[in-house]
């Protein structure tokens, strides 16, 4: 196997226990492995034996960041007219029918054209969350489109169950049978789920919400995924709304119905939580019931302020997630790592929350959500995942500590991606599949949805 040799980092961010960050920091990793971690001078033996040295001066390498909630699809329905004004409800009302004349074709582009966003900004390992299936479209196509940018990939199987005629929020043409739900999400875990240590791809049972699909289908869901061994995933809480139709169609708050249903425990994450309150945290953490925070989709709908500080505090298992390109409408995940800072503290005080603590909830944060131990920082022994960031831009000139401009600057380019030890991005553009066909196949499928609108 290759060994290669990156070193001459302005620092290097290890995200290990004690979160240690090396000045002149050195990486060597064989194969999809790191094998060592230090200064450039500890590592300088390794430079003679080494396949490839990269020199990483100017810049500062940190894990990759994990995405622990996104609707890839979505990325070709972003800034919709009149779906950029509302709040959650109103904004899915006015997206249905659009998302209703996907085909598998649009889906793949759409796809491919978020995880190239996500890499191009530092992204190693996305989740997923597809949950409408029209025209054919299966989940094939976006593990296939993961495949062809080289992200490491936590697809879910989402699904709606409940339609407008039953009292649910999605028009009926867009629900499907629970029972077929059920065969298809066994059939994806057994064809592409990888439970091994390294995973490219995992998979996961993700009923789109609870104001999408009926109670058995959470609880058989739920009884599904711990028959397999995989994760759950879902929606809960997002806003005032979500928590009125708890209320009012099951009688009590998302966190009961979460509980009741088995949807709490280490290998569930929901998505938002932003209206968790007190005592639906503590059961969070009680049981290592992880969280998908997406600062940015939460300020888009006006869906609130989550409360992070108090979620971390009790020790709630928390990432980022950029959330759908319809509801944020970027893809970066630095980005959300600022925004989750701000957001803190501007409403608990400029100690409220810390850049570094920042940017570990976007790496080792969300690979502790997603199930990962094998990622979210670099030690030997941990995959081979990393960014590389050129801190020698404009936006970032003058900053005395790159680590903290990292969240605190506006966001710098990537210049290289590693993932698995392999190379996703390098000298700032994608490796795997061109910029222009990705760009390509998203413009061919935009202009397709938009004559059909
Ligand atoms: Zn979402």
């Known amino acids: 196997m290759t060994l290669t040799l990156v070193r001459h980092a302005e620092a290097l961010v290890t995200m290990d226990d004690?979160?240690?960050?090396?000045?002149?920091?050195?990486?060597?990793?064989?194969?999809?492995?790191?094998?060592?971690?230090?200064?450039?001078?500890?590592?300088?033996?390794?430079?003679?034996?080494?396949?490839?040295?990269?020199?990483?001066?100017?810049?500062?390498?940190?894990?990759?960041?994990?995405?622990?909630?996104?609707?890839?699809?979505?990325?070709?329905?972003?800034?919709?007219?009149?779906?950029?004004?509302?709040?959650?409800?109103?904004?899915?009302?006015?997206?249905?029918?659009?998302?209703a004349t996907y085909t598998p074709d649009d889906v793949f582009a759409a796809t491919q054209l978020g995880l190239a966003e996500l890499a191009l900004s530092g992204c190693t390992l996305s989740s997923d969350h597809l949950y409408l299936f029209p025209n054919g479209v299966t989940l094939d196509d976006t593990i296939e489109a993961a495949a062809g940018i080289g992200l490491r990939f936590h697809a879910t199987r989402g699904a709606m169950s409940v339609g407008e005629s039953a009292g649910g929020?999605?028009?009926?043409?867009?629900?499907?049978?629970?029972?077929?739900?059920?065969?298809?999400?066994?059939?994806?875990?057994?064809?592409?789920h990888d439970a091994g240590e390294g995973a490219m791809v995992r998979v996961g049972v993700a009923p789109c919400s609870p104001f999408s699909v009926s109670r058995g289908l959470m609880r058989d869901a739920a009884l599904l995924a711990r028959d397999k061994g995989v994760m759950l995933h879902t929606h809960l809480a997002e806003d005032a709304e979500d928590v009125a139709f708890s209320l009012e169609r099951f009688g009590c708050r998302p966190g009961q119905y979460a509980e009741e249903l088995g949807w709490t425990g280490p290998d569930v994450w929901h998505a938002h939580c932003v209206q968790l309150d007190p005592a639906e945290i503590d059961l969070f953490a009680r049981t290592r019931t992880g969280v998908a925070h997406c600062p940015c989709s939460n300020c888009r709908l006006g869906s609130g302020i989550a409360p992070l500080r108090a979620m971390v505090d009790a020790g709630v298992p928390v990432g980022l997630g950029v959330d759908g390109s319809a509801s944020n409408d970027a893809g970066h995940l630095l980005g959300e790592a600022r925004q989750a800072m701000l957001l803190q503290r501007a409403s608990l005080g400029g100690h409220a929350f810390a850049a570094r603590e920042a940017l570990r909830l976007a790496t080792r944060g969300g690979a502790q959500v997603l199930g990962r131990p094998d990622l979210g920082s670099l030690e030997p022994g941990k995959r081979a995942d990393f960014a590389v960031w050129d801190m020698a831009q404009i936006a970032s000139t003058g900053a005395w500590d790159l680590v903290a401009a990292l969240v605190l600057a506006p966001p710098p380019a990537v210049r290289d991606l590693f993932v698995e030890g392999r190379a996703v991005v390098r000298r700032g553009d994608l490796v795997r599949t061109p910029r222009c066909a990705v760009i390509g196949a998203a413009q061919r499928s935009l202009s397709r949805l938009m004559s059909l609108a």
Request: charged content about 20%; glycine content about 8%.
């Open 169 to 192: 929020l999605p028009p009926d043409s867009l629900v499907e049978d629970e029972a077929a739900i059920l065969n298809d999400t066994i059939r994806v875990i057994d064809r592409f």
């Open 18 to 99: 004690g979160a240690a960050e090396i000045a002149d920091g050195a990486l060597a990793f064989r194969g999809g492995v790191v094998v060592a971690v230090g200064t450039s001078a500890e590592l300088s033996p390794l430079a003679a034996e080494a396949d490839e040295v990269i020199d990483a001066a100017g810049c500062v390498v940190t894990p990759g960041l994990v995405n622990t909630h996104h609707h890839l699809y979505q990325t070709l329905t972003r800034a919709l007219p009149g779906a950029t004004d509302v709040s959650l409800f109103g904004w899915l009302k006015k997206l249905y029918p659009v998302w």
